[in-house]
């Protein structure tokens, strides 16, 4: 009876040590989003290509992006974006982008950049984007919030509006900001459209963007200008 009783001592105590190592693993491990959403972490690019072309002479449009741009891929692709985006990346590695984009002849008229969040924009960099897509393209400008803290706008925001006047038919500016301001929301709040970050869309939020975004879509096509 001893026996019984040791062996069943110790298998609860068994039990116990592993119920303790799971529940340690499951508090150290970082947070994900819900169910579905990518990581945002800083390595990996994610891409996707567009599933409808509303540049039928050419090349369907690009969105390069941050971290924002990773979850509405999907979204993006649907209405007509290509896109290639990745957590942390700031403009100069979007301009890098662009420019291997053109070196394989895979540069399409219209390109969109989300990428002042991490590290901020100046002219010098506007400049050089221009230079690199050349006066036959057009860039499209999208403002975004704070990634350190989710609030509105970005640093470095006027550098855009700035730009847009200054170039008015090559630049154009598609404020993200004031269209999502309404449902700048953390979920699981009504009408949020954002993760509790206040910086990355949800689901609702990604569909939303890429709804948004969708309005430039008649710049796509070869030789149409701001």
């Not at 001592?9 to 529940?23: E, F, H, K, N």
Request: charged residues 20%; proline residues 9%; aromatic residues 8%.
């Amino acid at each position: 009876m001893a026996r019984k009783r040791d062996a069943v001592v110790a298998a609860v105590g068994t039990l116990l040590l592993a119920a303790g190592i799971l529940a340690g693993a499951l508090l150290s491990a970082p947070r994900s989003g819900a169910a579905g959403e990518p990581a945002f972490g800083c390595k990996g690019i994610h891409r996707g290509d567009a599933e409808i072309d509303p540049n039928p002479k050419g090349l369907a449009p690009v969105a390069i992006g941050d971290s924002t741009m990773i979850l509405p891929i999907p979204n993006l692709n649907a209405v007509g974006y290509s896109v290639n985006a990745r957590g942390c990346r700031g403009f100069r590695e979007s301009i890098n982008i662009a420019a291997r984009l053109k070196r394989k002849h895979r540069l399409p008229h219209l390109v969109l950049i989300n990428a002042y969040g991490n590290g901020g924009v100046n002219p010098g960099l506007i400049a050089e984007a221009l230079k690199v897509l050349g006066k036959k393209r057009v860039l499209g400008l999208v403002t975004a919030y704070n990634a350190d803290t989710g609030h509105p706008p970005a640093p470095d925001t006027d550098i855009l509006f700035k730009s847009a006047r200054r170039y008015p038919h090559r630049v154009f500016v598609l404020d993200w900001v004031s269209y999502s301001r309404p449902h700048h929301k953390a979920e699981p709040k009504p009408g949020a459209w954002f993760l509790p970050d206040l910086f990355h869309p949800n689901f609702t939020g990604a569909d939303a963007y890429a709804q948004f975004l969708s309005g430039a879509l008649p710049l796509a096509s070869s030789g149409r200008f701001p």
